[in-house]
């Protein structure tokens, strides 16, 4: 199965830029989806296509990257932000997902 | 809008078993493969099963942790999915969402899930 792996946790300033880190043990094309979390709640989808803004996501949000590497950047971070990202991969089977990163304001 | 509602989750013991229920609205369900995704307690999240369309002979698939004790299936008449867990284990204790897939593969649409615990 192709792992996803996300560094555990970040924290930042609100105003501040932030990029979370996505790497795949497998080329995924630009497969790659990222998913936002707050507690108690559902994932939300924020990007797909490794680069693509889903409807209504804010532009704060981006993505990019292609292969193994992906960064999903946040810029400006607001307190609202608080919550865990996931990547998630649909270019092999089975579809994966990232251990989430979990993003916390300072 | 799409809507995505969860039932029949609950408490069960081991080696028991389950059916949980997802209710669809807002799109034309019969066109859409369907997945459960998982997550456990404090975890990250775990694909689980996935049906596909009439058209693609309702083909299943399965993670291979739940292959064997779990059956995903679907009614198009009344835009329902579901999942049937057997011989559950305490592994198996998550919050179970049904999900809808758009192009590429992302999930774009997520019900509000509903929470399977299994304890003895």
């Known amino acids: 199965d192709t792992v996803l792996t996300q560094s555990p946790a970040l924290a930042v300033s609100p105003g501040e830029r932030v990029t979370i880190s996505c790497r795949a043990s497998?080329?995924?094309?630009?497969?790659m989806h990222w998913y936002q979390q707050k507690p108690g709640q559902q994932p939300k989808l924020l990007i797909y296509?490794?680069?693509s803004l889903e409807s209504g996501v804010p532009a704060r949000f981006s993505g990019s990257g292609s292969g193994t590497d992906f960064t999903l950047t946040i810029d400006p971070v607001e307190p609202n932000d608080t919550a865990t990202y996931f990547c998630q991969q649909s270019w092999n089977d089975p579809w994966t997902f990232g251990g989430g990163t979990k993003l916390e304001l300072k | 809008a799409v809507q995505l509602v969860e039932s029949g989750g609950g408490l069960v013991q081991p080696k028991e078993s389950l059916k949980i229920s997802c209710a669809a609205s807002?799109?034309?369900?019969?066109?859409?493969?369907m997945y459960w995704v998982r997550q456990a307690p404090g975890k990250g999240l775990e694909w689980v099963a996935r049906i596909r369309t009439k058209p693609n002979n309702y083909a299943t698939y399965y993670a291979d942790s739940v292959k064997g004790r779990f059956t995903i299936s679907r009614d198009d008449s009344k835009s329902m999915v579901y999942l049937q867990m057997d011989n559950l284990t305490t592994e198996d204790t998550a919050m179970y969402y049904c999900t809808a897939i758009a192009a590429m593969g992302r999930f774009a649409y997520w019900g509000q899930g509903t929470l399977v615990t299994v304890s003895s």
């Open positions: 296509g490794a680069s």
């Open positions: 807002g799109f034309t369900f019969s066109n859409a493969a």
């Open positions: 497998e080329s995924v094309s630009t497969r």
